[in-house]
């Protein structure tokens, strides 16, 4: 599912990319983040298998929508399992008078790896260990800071916070070697970054 969702998502940046270069896109201030740390709360993934799964590195795009409103699609990856994580978003600056440091925001998450669960094995009383793909995707709410550091540079601490309502890897819960009841609880992902203008 979530690559049909990252289909989407690029059809829709190539299509602005598109009607921006036709209508002025400069006359927008719009960013290319470069994001080397990031942390996402929830441990994807509990089997030693999988270890450090919540450190992740992306990018995001952002495109200034008016002098208070702008658009914001970023990608993260678990460098060492290669979990994927997308949260594309609206932002809110409230105060912006031309400056754009703090932001409100709020998107969709999705995310997608490998999941180590338990199922029955061919024997009574016997688990055995499989993979599965999982897929989640959430409501998150956000707020962050983005102070200009030069002229075409700015600092990007974002952090959002919300739930995965959907997770396919709570059809296994009733064969369970896995702890999923505490991702009922509120998730963090946070990053910083630097942000290119143009």
């Not at 919540?54 to 409103?69: A, N, P, T």
């Not at 002229?151 to 009733?174: C, K, S, V």
Request: aromatic share 14%; net charge positive.
């Amino acid at each position: 599912m979530l690559k049909y969702v990252i289909i989407i998502l690029f059809i829709t940046f190539s299509a602005n990319c598109i009607y921006g270069q036709s209508n002025g896109w400069n006359k927008h201030e719009n960013q290319l983040k470069i994001i080397p740390f990031g942390f996402a709360s929830d441990n994807f993934q509990y089997s030693s298998k999988y270890k450090n799964d919540q450190l992740i590195v992306g990018i995001e795009y952002e495109r200034e929508l008016s002098d208070k409103l702008s658009f914001s699609i970023p990608f993260f990856i678990s460098p060492k399992n290669f979990f994927i994580y997308t949260l594309p978003k609206i932002k809110l600056y409230p105060n912006a008078q031309g400056k754009r440091v703090g932001y409100i925001s709020l998107g969709i998450a999705a995310n997608n790896g490998k999941l180590n669960i338990c199922v029955p094995g061919p024997e009574a009383m016997n688990l055995e260990i499989i993979d599965i793909n999982r897929n989640r995707f959430g409501v998150f709410a956000g707020f962050g800071l983005s102070p200009k550091l030069s002229e075409g540079i700015r600092l990007n601490i974002d952090n959002n916070i919300g739930w995965y309502t959907h997770d396919n890897a709570f059809d296994y819960i009733g064969t369970n070697c896995n702890r999923f009841g505490k991702e009922k609880l509120p998730q963090l992902i946070s990053s910083v970054g630097l942000s290119f203008l143009f």
